[in-house]
């Protein structure tokens, strides 16, 4: 950002590439380190939705770096084409019907529906540009009673929902179930 905004400065604000309304922001991700704050939340314009993702999503990462002002209307100014702001979008992970960047994953704690701590996100697995996991470090208890490695991914597709104020992933299975789907077993190479 060529000034330094607060995201209270800029929540509810319309998002602007050149004169085409991308969205407006809705916030940004709780977390103590500011490493790990890179992206903005913005719902999306349903025409720029459909017109510019592969699978139109609700919301999306904004990336803070993109801002380049605040036009005399009030409204944000990107730096970057619309091209550019695609480019980013399709370097994410989709959950249910939102797009969440890497910086908005990492270090987030992963629960299974039933409500079990499995461990927090350490990295995203890409396959020929993808993410299509989640490196998790288990705490040592899950490690301990599964048998477990240093290190697990979880497939992206069983990604069921996150939480804002308690930065959690929640999965659409339970861990026992989780270990036993092909898509685990091959990303974490126990597959025939």
Known sequence: ???????????????????????????????????????????????????????????????????????PDGCIKLSKSMRELQRRWRNTVRISEELYAPDELLDRAVLDNDGMDIGNVVDLIKVKRTYKGLLIKPHFMVRSRH???EHIVVPCGQLGRTTARLDEVILKCSFSRLVTLPSYLKLNGLGE
């Open 1 to 71: 950002m060529t000034e330094s905004y607060e995201i209270q400065e800029l929540i509810q604000r319309d998002v602007y590439v050149g004169d085409k309304r991308v969205g407006i922001v809705i916030g940004e991700r709780f977390h103590p380190r500011d490493e790990f704050v890179r992206s903005m939340r913005i719902k999306v314009e349903d025409g720029v939705a459909s017109e510019f993702m592969r699978k139109p999503a609700d919301y999306a990462p904004l990336p803070k770096e993109l801002v380049h002002s605040i036009r």
């Open 147 to 149: 048998n477990l490695p």
